[in-house]
């Protein structure tokens, strides 16, 4: 069975100040439960931004998002992997954990390291980390924030192939071990294809779905 929640979309319009015609309009998107889905498009399409309202991080628009049938102001919120790490410099690995959640005991921080490889680095200073462990990081604090639904946006941005191919596995690991909902946007078509169950494909302006 499924652990992740299913999500359910419709957006009537999400506009900038100062635009002249609106990112998304008359938007729908029905996510299953326990599914991995890619928003695929070139930048600037909407991802991001659709990734934001998903989160409740951007509420300023028009329509409804529901999580397991809950309003995104009710439904726990969703772990978020942004385009750069954006670890916290004065915290180690640990603690920028545990930022997601203060109670969160060090032992479970440190275990939560380890789901993403990186238990032997539970002391290291953002600096001392690479790009692809900043990364990892910034996944397992995701994943404390919550396991069951994770918005990536663009996770594998900036990474060689190499990193990406571990980035791949490690997904593909957790995907295989607690099924969470996913939902991440890239402008790969190799990247999306490879881990997700459904690619969305966004065109056009406003965005639209032009490949379910």
Known sequence: MASGPGLSIAITEKRFPGSDAPLLADFALTIAPGSVTALHGPSGIGKSTLLRLISGIDRDFIGSITIDGRPIEEAPKPGFVFQDARLLPWLTATDNIRAADPAMSRETAIATLASVGLADHANAWPRQLS???????????????????????????????????????LLSNLIATIRPTIIFASHNAE??????????????????????
């Open 131 to 169: 790009g692809g462990m900043q990364r990892r990081v910034a996944l397992a604090r995701a994943l404390a924030t919550n396991p069951g639904l994770l918005l990536l946006d663009e996770p594998f941005t900036s990474l060689d192939r190499d990193l990406v191919d571990d980035l791949h596995q």
């Open 191 to 212: 990247d999306a294809a490879r881990l997700a169950d459904r690619v969305i494909t966004l065109a056009g302006r406003p965005a639209k779905i032009v490949a379910p």
